[in-house]
């Protein structure tokens, strides 16, 4: 059974495959919907609220051709104590695919293990290999380079500012060391990436390609994308005073925004707030490509789906 929990779950091939259906289904969507999960029922169950993670799952799913069945952790039965492995076990007979949008990665790890049909992280505390994908179709759209992912990034450089122990850091970590560019981050000595994702990287063989400063301005100096996200994720909100205050001097301003290339995109996973991790000019900049992310993930989502339903 075929899983897409890290970038690193589907091979080469398909990867390159993922994206050249992406920009497809992008280019075609005028001509909704397809056939590609057809009868197909997939559940999207979330321990976390969302937004664009709901709807472009949902949506994409019904431009599929399939049938989407949302649940909420608190409203089944896991709310009340009974086990993954019963709830993923049930389900499979139920479902053609299940999506999650959790916290620790072992929660979807867990379902994974004893389920028999795909299961896709939507996101979890460690990784978030939807939005990572769509981003990096983003860039390559922006670029005008190949859209071959192991051709159109490679050399790039991707600097991410704030949080760099975070889930998206982790998966900017992974998907440069997948795909061949620089990431560099920028951000307090606190909050450095942990050994986790270079073990990770070492496990699946895969080079490392990132750096770690505490120097906002050599992070940003040369990029071709400034990245971040917010510094008080859900459920890191006790220390929220702590983070705000040692992740001050990495917002992205407009003049640390003129450290980078002078065609630079800068790039926000979203919900962004204003005042904090980016200032409102950089959300306003022709730069910002905030939007042109949101939207990719409804047609990578379309793709990673329709790989896994096969």
Request: charged share 25%.
């Given at each position: 059974?075929?899983?897409?929990?890290?970038?690193?779950?589907?091979?080469?091939?398909?990867?390159?495959?993922?994206?050249?259906?992406?920009?497809?289904?992008?280019?075609?969507?005028?001509?909704?919907?397809?056939?590609?999960?057809?009868?197909?029922?997939?559940?999207?169950?979330?321990?976390?609220?969302?937004?664009?993670?709901?709807?472009?799952?949902?949506?994409?799913?019904?431009?599929?051709?399939?049938?989407?069945?949302?649940?909420?952790?608190?409203?089944?039965?896991?709310?009340?104590?009974?086990?993954?492995?019963?709830?993923?076990?049930?389900?499979?007979?139920?479902?053609?695919?299940?999506?999650?949008?959790?916290?620790?990665?072992?929660?979807?790890?867990?379902?994974?293990?004893?389920?028999?049909?795909?299961?896709?992280?939507?996101?979890?505390?460690?990784?978030?290999?939807?939005?990572?994908?769509?981003?990096?179709?983003?860039?390559?759209?922006?670029?005008?380079?190949?859209?071959?992912?192991?051709?159109?990034?490679?050399?790039?450089?991707?600097?991410?500012?704030?949080?760099?122990?975070?889930?998206?850091?982790?998966?900017?970590?992974?998907?440069?060391?997948?795909?061949?560019?620089?990431?560099?981050?920028?951000?307090?000595?606190?909050?450095?990436?942990?050994?986790?994702?270079?073990?990770?990287?070492?496990?699946?063989?895969?080079?490392?390609?990132?750096?770690?400063?505490?120097?906002?301005?050599?992070?940003?100096?040369?990029?071709?994308?400034?990245?971040?996200?917010?510094?008080?994720?859900?459920?890191?909100?006790?220390?929220?005073?702590?983070?705000?205050?040692?992740?001050?001097?990495?917002?992205?301003?407009?003049?640390?925004?003129?450290?980078?290339?002078?065609?630079?995109?800068?790039?926000?996973?979203?919900?962004?707030?204003?005042?904090?991790?980016?200032?409102?000019?950089?959300?306003?900049?022709?730069?910002?490509?905030?939007?042109?992310?949101?939207?990719n993930r409804l047609h990578m989502q379309k793709a990673i789906l329709r790989n896994l339903s096969r």
């Amino acid at each position: 059974m075929k899983h897409f929990l890290h970038e690193t779950d589907l091979s080469k091939d398909e990867i390159t495959e993922v994206f050249e259906r992406a920009f497809a289904y992008k280019s075609g969507r005028s001509h909704r919907p397809t056939n590609d999960l057809f009868g197909q029922s997939w559940a999207l169950l979330f321990y976390k609220n969302s937004t664009r993670t709901r709807v472009s799952f949902e949506v994409g799913i019904r431009e599929l051709g399939g049938h989407p069945v949302i649940l909420n952790q608190d409203a089944t039965q896991i709310g009340r104590g009974e086990s993954i492995a019963d709830t993923v076990q049930v389900l499979s007979r139920f479902l053609d695919g299940l999506i999650i949008r959790t916290h620790g990665h072992e929660i979807i790890e867990e379902f994974a293990k004893s389920s028999t049909i795909p299961v896709v992280n939507a996101l979890t505390d460690f990784l978030h290999p939807c939005q990572i994908y769509a981003d990096c179709m983003t860039i390559l759209e922006r670029t005008g380079d190949s859209r071959d992912p192991y051709e159109g990034l490679k050399g790039k450089k991707i600097a991410f500012l704030g949080d760099t122990a975070c889930n998206m850091a982790n998966s900017w970590i992974l998907a440069g060391a997948l795909w061949d560019f620089e990431v560099s981050l920028g951000g307090p000595a606190e909050y450095r990436p942990v050994d986790r994702i270079s073990d990770f990287c070492k496990e699946r063989k895969l080079e490392p390609t990132w750096i770690h400063t505490t120097d906002p301005e050599e992070a940003v100096q040369g990029a071709d994308v400034v990245y971040t996200d917010v510094w008080v994720s859900m459920g890191c909100e006790e220390d929220s005073q702590q983070r705000l205050g040692l992740m001050d001097p990495y917002r992205v301003t407009p003049s640390l925004l003129r450290q980078a290339k002078p065609d630079a995109l800068f790039m926000h996973c979203m919900p962004a707030h204003p005042g904090e991790e980016v200032h409102q000019e950089v959300l306003d900049s022709p730069q910002a490509i905030l939007f042109d992310q949101a939207e990719n993930r409804l047609h990578m989502q379309k793709a990673i789906l329709r790989n896994l339903s096969r």
